[in-house]
């Protein structure tokens, strides 16, 4: 099977992150690669989950996954309301202008959410 | 961009309705205000969030985003669990009968779904 | 009106569940019993809140509504995790291979989703 989907984060919440974390390894077991289309887009304070500083374990979750072809979205408002730099953030991140206007493209385009 | 979302509250979260009245600000400066169709759908106990006696802030930004073309509706349903009468409500917000049944309906006609 | 929905459950959290329940017994006053399709889906420690040991009244509200034709899915994933054994799980649910997997594929397939 193939999966499109996109995972939802925006709380500073790494209970939320580790359980899309999770899902999407979860879901990847269940997956052909060439078919699948997996995103997690955080906004809102979810951001401070993606700085390099944060905690080493979902790092190395985060990039393994990104190998896979997982997408990594961080939403540019939401970094400019909390004066977070994009150099803060883990180098695997895509900036987005608006996280949520990446939520509706993403659902638009066939994507299904997820709100862990 | 024109872009169809429907955000869903269902819970007395005040931080919840914040985050989706920025999300809605960020959204509608990047969209065409001629294609775009913004909802928002409060049931459960997320009605208290709309009564004319809470908050002025919020009332202040809602209706803001009111003259913009955001719909706010409220469930019935919910509204008679907790005995709170459609004149207690911001005039603004629209009733339904039942927020799952809009949000189901809204989904159906193409809207994205964004829970804050 | 017909109605094809999803309702996701992760967290091991009562009132979500409760509201859950209310929401899809709105939903079928409002539905045509041929048409609709109204599913829920527990992954995480929300299978939990499906254990034969659970609260009663909550039991008595799944039966009702499975009775109805509401479908009530587990994630073996999570079972796992949490070393639960089907036999543990009320016998009406269903138990998928994964949970995140059974929600995309119903918004695939065209359920709306909601997230109480």
């Not at 939802?8 to 390894?25: W, Y």
């Not at 997408?71 to 730099?85: A, M, T």
């Not at 996280?99 to 066939?110: F, N, P, V, Y």
Request: proline share 2%.
């Amino acid at each position: 099977m193939s999966y499109k989907v996109v995972f939802h984060l925006d709380l500073d919440d790494e209970k939320a992150l580790s359980m899309g974390l999770v899902n999407i390894k979860n879901l990847l077991k269940m997956s052909d690669s060439s078919g699948s289309e997996i995103h997690m887009v955080a906004n809102g304070e979810s951001v401070r989950l993606f700085r390099k500083e944060f905690c080493e374990i979902n790092q190395a979750q985060i990039a393994d996954l990104n190998t896979k072809g997982v997408r990594f979205c961080i939403c540019q408002n939401s970094l400019d309301k909390f004066n977070y730099k994009v150099t803060d953030m883990l180098d695997l991140c895509e900036v987005v202008p608006a996280g949520i206007a990446e939520l509706c493209l993403l659902q638009t385009s066939g994507c299904a959410y997820i709100k862990p």
